[in-house]
């Protein structure tokens, strides 16, 4: 192989010229020094001192088998040209944290908020446990007529009602539903021919006492999302239900 002494680039030993530069791979130093470029690397002289301020060009990246003995691959750019810099990679942007701290806290309307979430549970458990379902002997309940009977329907839709009323304690709108379910455990049961003395007085008071649950969860919802606004701005209503109940952070 043949190093040019312009460019550096590694020539084919039977070329005259530089494939990469066209320099002449046969030079002379100074007037009368004859000297052949067409040498084993290890004798070759680089023509002329190396600059280090000087950008020297890469040689062109040549296919395999064009020019070259014996298939190889072409050289790879000359050692002393720099490398552009690595760029770092580009992280997505993150999003803002949520503040949940209080600045100017503010307490005003919490305590009559959770008073109103425990109300209507306190109404749900005496609907189903505390007022009678007939108002001439006040001996049967929900629970009595379920168990007594052995009516599945109405024992499984008392427990349901139960059960979503106290999820509805945290969340006080919930309270339409276990309202909801209050009035079908009703209607249920009054068309049962079973319970004879189960009259529409009755199921008309029970479905104000589920209109008054659901009321009572509404506005509970109202004071609580009323109470954590005033603290903490951008807040939806289940979570201003969930920090009023455990809390808002606050100075």
Not at 205 to 221: E, K, N, Q, R, T
């Amino acid at each position: 192989m043949t190093f040019c002494g312009k460019c550096g680039y590694n020539n084919p030993e039977d070329r005259e010229l530089c494939v990469n530069c066209g320099a002449s791979l046969s030079a002379t130093v100074g007037d009368s020094t004859p000297i052949d470029l067409r040498k084993p690397a290890q004798e070759v002289e680089r023509i002329g001192s190396y600059d280090p301020k000087r950008n020297y060009p890469a040689p062109a990246m040549q296919p395999v088998g064009v020019n070259q003995p014996y298939g190889r691959m072409a050289q790879p750019p000359a050692p002393n040209q720099p490398m552009p810099p690595a760029q770092p990679p580009m992280m997505p942007p993150m999003a803002p944290p949520v503040n949940n701290f209080a600045v100017n806290y503010n307490h005003k309307g919490r305590g009559f908020a959770i008073l109103l979430s425990l109300s209507a549970l306190a109404v749900t458990i005496v609907a189903l446990f505390g007022i009678p379902l007939d108002f001439e002997s006040f001996n049967n309940t929900f629970l009595r007529i379920g168990m007594s009977v052995s009516d599945k329907p109405i024992l499984l839709m008392t427990f349901i009602t139960l059960a979503v009323g106290i999820v509805a304690l945290v969340e006080p709108i919930v309270c339409l539903v276990s309202g909801g379910c209050l009035i079908g455990l009703a209607v249920i049961t009054y068309t049962d021919s079973a319970i004879a003395f189960f009259g529409t007085a009755e199921l008309v008071v029970f479905i104000l006492i589920a209109l008054d649950i659901m009321a009572l969860g509404i506005i509970s919802v109202v004071f609580m999302k009323k109470f954590v606004n005033n603290n903490i701005k951008g807040v939806n209503s289940l979570k201003a239900c969930y920090l009023t109940w455990v809390g808002i952070p606050h100075q």
